[in-house]
């Protein structure tokens, strides 16, 4: 069974600061891997997502993730954050068709002035 | 364009009643999907669609539960009696698969958020 751990359930940076978002995963085979994020009372919107090929993915919003199969990690980073970045994230696994989608519990990022 | 469409945004009713919540794929969109969203449980896919058939309902929590996709512009998701543990956030969201495997982005819509007193 796929599942996805995020280990951070809250995170405060600074304004300005950089910013990574850990996730980790567990699938038998080649993921599909995704981050959304969710503003309060939004759905989720799809920041980045990685299939196959350069494990480095490059987002929306400044965002970027990097794939690491040595380490089942995908996690999300942003040079410089920005107050409007404040939200949840979630990153998810999917399976071999990438449709059937398992998040993990979430991680929601506070900016500080 | 449109994207995924869902209502009602809030609903809130009483232990027992009947609980209809739909949603509005974007177009052209052939896959469909129904989350949940809790504190306690996060996000949980509760059922997936695909050319309006029923692929994989695994998820959904018990037989008060039901789902619908009478159409590829329309589906429901029914909660028949609702009780107080239902109450949380569902998504729908909406994907086209079959790009030739190389995995599907879903786009969500804004959610129903639904208190069951």
């Known amino acids: 069974a796929q599942s996805v751990t995020q280990p951070d359930i809250h995170i405060t940076v600074s304004e300005g600061a950089s910013l990574e978002l850990r996730c980790n995963y567990s699938y038998g085979a080649t993921p599909y891997l995704f981050w959304y994020v969710q503003s309060p009372g939004q759905g989720l919107q799809l920041l980045l997502k990685y299939f196959s090929g350069d494990t480095l993915v490059q987002g929306i919003k400044g965002f970027e993730a990097e794939f690491k199969r040595s380490q089942s990690s995908f996690n999300l980073r942003k040079p410089s954050v920005h107050w409007s970045d404040a939200a949840e994230y979630f990153c998810?696994?999917?399976?071999?068709?990438?449709?059937?989608?398992?998040f993990g519990g979430g991680t929601r990022l506070m900016v500080k002035p | 364009d449109a994207g995924v469409i869902q209502s009602p945004r809030h609903e809130v009713t009483e232990m027992g009643q009947e609980v209809t919540l739909r949603c509005k794929p974007i177009?052209?969109?052939?896959?469909l999907f129904w989350y949940r969203q809790t504190m306690m449980r996060g996000l949980e896919l509760l059922i997936y669609f695909n050319n309006n058939v029923p692929i994989d309902d695994s998820g959904m929590p018990e037989d008060r539960f039901s789902a619908k996709m009478p159409n590829a512009s329309f589906s429901t998701l029914k909660i028949q009696p609702s009780e107080p543990r239902d109450s949380a956030v569902y998504f729908c969201?909406?994907?086209?698969?079959?790009?030739?495997?190389?995995?599907?982005?879903?786009?969500f819509g804004p959610g129903t958020r639904l208190l069951v007193l």
């Open positions: 177009s052209g969109h052939n896959s």
């Open positions: 969201a909406s994907s086209l698969r079959g790009q030739g495997g190389l995995g599907e982005t879903q786009y």
């Open positions: 998810a696994v999917g399976n071999n068709a990438g449709n059937m989608l398992t």
